[in-house]
């Protein structure tokens, strides 16, 4: 339950940190080789649902081992998950990063960073809570701008110029 995960999180496995250990561990061999190196790394977050049991209590919020510093907003749980789950997400790509810049690897590393698909409302999440969509029409599932457009970045220093736009 989210109760149960929130006061207790060291005794849960979180998919994220599965990923990232194991992504981390593998680039730090990689990286260190003489071959060029692909990693992909797939992130499950962040989505929708994790909380509850269907069809008794349906999906709430996404799962999140802690709201972080979210936690004490006055807004509602399934809002504080998401924002810490955004966080979350991005401590950890940033932690990616900051490991290639330590193996002296980050300029000559091409990053892509993607979504699959524009914002959800799944869970009793709502786009328009933190504007999700930037203001596009639609969501997840839609064949507005708002589901079909998707967040992309690329970073390639000496090749992409930093703040560039396509």
Request: hydrophobic share 35%; aromatic share 10%; proline share 7%.
């Amino acid at each position: 339950s989210r109760i149960e995960c929130m006061a207790h999180p060291e005794r849960y496995n979180y998919t994220v940190d599965v990923f990232h250990a194991a992504a981390i561990e593998w680039l730090q061999k990689a990286a260190k080789g003489s071959k060029p190196f692909f990693l992909y790394l797939s992130f499950t977050v962040p989505h929708a649902g994790g909380w509850g049991d269907a069809p008794a209590m349906p999906e709430q919020g996404a799962p999140v081992p802690t709201d972080l510093q979210y936690a004490d907003k006055d807004w509602p749980d399934v809002e504080k998950d998401h924002a810490a789950v955004i966080t979350y997400l991005d401590s950890k790509v940033g932690d990616v990063m900051k490991n290639l810049r330590q193996l002296g690897v980050d300029n000559e590393t091409l990053v892509f960073f993607a979504s699959d698909n524009g914002a959800h409302l799944e869970g009793g999440h709502s786009p328009a809570f933190f504007n999700s969509t930037g203001g596009l029409t639609g969501h997840k599932r839609s064949l507005y701008d708002g589901g079909t457009r998707s967040p992309t970045m690329a970073r390639w220093p000496g090749h992409i110029p930093a703040g560039s736009t396509s």
